[in-house]
Nanobody, 121 residues
Framework: QVQLVESGGGLVQPGGSLRLSCAPSGRIFDIRAMGWYRQTPGKQRDLVAA???????NYADSVKGRFTVSRDNAKNTVYLQMTSLKPEDTAVYYC???????????????WGQGTQVTVSS
């Protein structure tokens, strides 16, 4: 079964940078929008940034000017470049994508397993 696989999380000091990556684990037919969400204990999962197939982007106000979302359509990969990280960016980051695995299957929403980002000195 195809899953979204994330990488790039970790521990970083305030002001530092990290780059997250996410791609399907196997072959798929098509992907629409891809994006990143984050969640802290006891809170809902919130949108961080998203990018359409055509490259249009959308960001949460809290990360505008610091985070950049991008995608490589040839590799079906979405990236999140995070700079000027703050302790309040600490969360589990989840990749999300609308995918169709084969031509005959419907579009479905897929989530990655989550990757921990911790910003602390």
């Amino acid at each position: 079964q195809v899953q979204l696989v994330e990488s790039g999380g970790g521990l970083v000091q305030p002001g530092g940078s990290l780059r997250l990556s996410c791609a399907p684990s196997g072959r798929i037919f098509d992907i629409r929008a891809m994006g990143w969400y984050r969640q802290t204990p006891g809170k809902q999962r919130d949108l961080v940034a998203a990018v359409t197939r055509g490259g249009s982007t959308n960001y949460a106000d809290s990360v505008k000017g610091r985070f950049t979302v991008s995608r490589d359509n040839a590799k079906n990969t979405v990236y999140l470049q995070m700079t000027s990280l703050k302790p309040e960016d600490t969360a589990v980051y989840y990749c999300n994508a609308a995918m169709r695995i084969t031509l005959t299957q419907p579009w479905e929403d897929y989530w990655g397993q989550g990757t921990q980002v911790t910003v602390s000195s």
